[in-house]
């Protein structure tokens, strides 16, 4: 397993320190200070993707005490979603920011930038609806330098000098457009083997690729994920595939493909059936990749074929959608996968890296791989081997109305651990407080169709008169809260929400009438509506039953669930409201879910309290109990991360347009 323990770098005190009073002190404190450098490498700290450190100087005992030291304002870059974890590599921060996708360097112990890059303008860029979505950097080293490399909008790898900023020497090749650097770029698209314009990209009709993750360097190679328009916005049915790609870290040289929608003669190929795999797309890897680099194996997340909600137009289980992929690094080759949903067409895409432990399972060391997922399972895996470490069952799920569409008759089902969230639609969880509360959630809900985990989605003038189908969970866990993990007590750390989709299908030439341009050519039989009815609780409070967002830590050794926490606090308007006066409903949870990460000491995640007003809350790993608790400075999504630099600990909140750093006091 990785050594998380080599993330830290530690000096030597100075003879003047080791003397008198001065020892002294030393002494008492020296846990502290020895963690002089603990880094962060990549956007989830590790190439196990825990975002765990061990970190030790925020304790429960001062975390109340810490302080804002700096924050970091993107606005010259355009910086709005703030979907972007920094690594802090070196002595200084490394990100990304705003939809040109600048590669920033930052001072860590200021906030004050050291040098910027951005790429030339492209029409490629110009279509990108994954821009503002980098997510971080990769990292790696070339002959004892340190490069930093990201995969742009536009679909370009650029390597980059940790140091100066200027692109890498020997990397790649000229691209023919004018204000690209000679060196340092290379044109991924040259290698995905579809006609295409180095200014334009690849012709709309047949569809577009892009990126919302940064690349993982292993071994010596640069495995680029990608991403592309999102599922419910499109109407027809042709688009690329979102094949992965291998390059050298040092000459940025094509090394591989692996081509996640299979070709004749390759494994998976007769789960595409009418030939669909002549054109039609996606499968694109847009969550972040983990890696193994001792088992040389890099760990890929997918997502659904081309059309969230409908898929008659590619019948089949289709491999490898909705997947985890094992592939050898330096090859490409599949060393092993497994489908999370069999012909996806609920949006259940993949939405976040999977994490690498290594737990004790019946009393043997056992590499795992874990994925949590937006339908509120987490799939644990040998990560050497891709055997279940518990069994997943193929259970009968339900079968659509829809005309043209055929669904996988099973679905895999983990047996442990279990659910960490409400699954399925159902008049057991509707909100009951009261009889009369639950009497208008089952009003509310008369018009759709309710139906367990897999409810299929149904067309506008259904026969059965329902609005629509309720698709619950839509998305448990997601890119706004990716899970955490202490590799040393093999406990994973799930911060998730019950929500309900209830996606309408209209017919493609309808929905063909929302996108100025669209890719593809020809109109899917059927689409995603814009919009649509959803089903509301008319006194205002939640329409399910609380918790409505809850933390669930999960022990990988044994597969149980080691306790279950609300997330935040009961919002004002439930609290108060006049259907409840008297009525005792406890701690609901906020409703709201927020970044994590986890420490030698604490885990630590961003939510609200009942006023809405931003806090953090620290938490007490083994039972789950609150520890402290401060208001943020601001609200705070999609990842955390703490460092130490030069023997102070950092903590990292990604605040919209800006970084905001807290430390505690001198």
């Known amino acids: 397993m990785i050594s998380f323990r080599s993330l830290i770098r530690t000096r030597s005190p100075s003879p003047a320190a080791l003397s008198g009073l001065g020892a002294i002190l030393f002494c008492l404190t020296f846990s502290s200070f020895a963690q002089d450098t603990i880094e962060w490498t990549t956007l989830g700290n590790d ?130 457009i004018e204000g690209f650097p000679e060196t340092g770029v290379v044109d991924l698209l040259a290698d995905l083997g579809h006609p295409y314009d180095p200014y334009e990209g690849i012709p709309l009709e047949r569809g577009y690729i892009t990126s919302s993750s940064p690349p993982i360097v292993v071994n010596g190679v640069v495995v680029v994920g990608n991403s592309a328009e999102q599922g419910y916005h499109q109407s027809r049915i042709e688009m690329v595939p979102g094949d992965i790609l291998g390059y050298d870290a040092v000459t940025g040289d094509f090394l591989w493909k692996f081509n996640v929608l299979p070709r004749p003669g390759e494994y998976g190929h007769e789960t595409w059936e009418n030939d669909a795999w002549e054109y039609t797309g996606d499968i694109s890897s847009w969550a972040p990749i983990s890696a193994d680099p001792e088992l040389g194996l890099v760990y890929i997340p997918t997502n659904g074929v081309t059309i969230d909600y409908y898929g008659g137009h590619h019948p089949g289980d289709n491999l490898f959608s909705t997947s985890l992929i094992a592939l050898d690094a330096r090859t490409g080759q599949r060393r092993w996968h497994y489908q999370l949903v069999h012909h996806d067409i609920w949006n259940f895409d993949t939405p976040t890296a999977p994490i690498l432990m290594d737990v004790n399972v019946n009393g043997r060391m056992t590499p795992i791989v874990a994925q949590a997922t937006k339908q509120g399972f987490t799939y644990v895996f040998n990560r050497e081997t891709g055997e279940p470490i518990w069994p997943i069952e193929e259970r009968p799920v339900p079968q ?89 007590s093999g406990m994973m750390y799930i911060i998730s929400r019950y929500s309900c989709s209830a996606r309408q299908l209209v017919t493609g030439e309808e929905a063909d009438t929302y996108y100025e341009a669209p890719t593809g050519v020809t109109l899917s039989r059927y689409a995603a509506a814009s919009g649509g009815p959803s089903p509301r609780h008319p006194t205002g409070i939640p329409l399910w039953k609380p918790p409505y967002s809850r933390i669930t830590a999960i022990d990988l050794n044994t597969g149980e669930h080691a306790w279950m926490i609300p997330a935040g606090y009961t919002p004002d308007r439930v609290k108060n409201n006049p259907a409840l006066a008297g009525v005792d409903i406890g701690n609901t949870g906020s409703g709201a879910v927020g970044p994590m990460v986890a420490t030698e000491t604490l885990l630590i995640y961003g939510n609200v309290a009942s006023d809405g007003t931003e806090m953090l809350y620290a938490i007490d790993k083994a039972t789950g109990a609150q520890v402290g608790a401060i208001e943020a400075p601001a609200a705070s999504r999609y990842g955390m991360s703490t460092w130490v630099h030069e023997g102070k600990q950092y903590l990292i909140l990604q605040t919209g347009s800006t970084l905001t750093a807290m430390t505690l006091p001198n």
């Open 47 to 176: 190439f196990a993707h825990t975002r765990y450190s061990p970190a030790s100087q925020i304790t429960a005992e001062n975390f109340e005490d810490l302080e804002v030291a700096w924050v970091w304002d993107g606005a010259s870059f355009q910086a709005q979603s703030g979907r972007s974890t920094p690594s802090y590599i070196n002595g200084r921060l490394y990100t990304v920011a705003g939809s040109r996708r600048h590669v920033i360097a930052i001072d860590p112990k200021t906030g004050a930038t050291i040098w910027s890059y951005r790429e030339p303008d492209t029409g490629r860029w110009e279509y990108s609806m994954r821009a503002d979505y980098g997510k971080g950097v990769g990292y790696g080293q070339v002959n004892g330098r340190d490069v930093i490399y990201i995969v742009s909008p536009a679909f370009f790898l650029t390597a980059l000098d940790a140091e100066t900023g200027a692109p890498l020497e020997g990397f790649g090749q000229q691209v023919p």
């Open 400 to 488: 659509s109305t829809v005309p043209g569409e055929k669904l996988a008759e099973t679905q895999p089902f983990p047996t442990k651990p279990a659910a960490f969230e409400y699954q399925g639609a159902s008049v057991d969880l509707l909100a009951d407080f009261t009889p009369e509360i639950r009497q208008q959630a089952l009003n509310a809900v008369a018009n759709f169709q309710l139906g367990p985990l897999f409810n299929p989605p149904i067309q506008r003038n259904h026969p059965s008169g329902k609005l629509a189908a309720l698709m619950c969970p839509s998305g448990a866990v997601n890119i706004t809260h990716p899970p955490v993990a202490d590799p040393n």
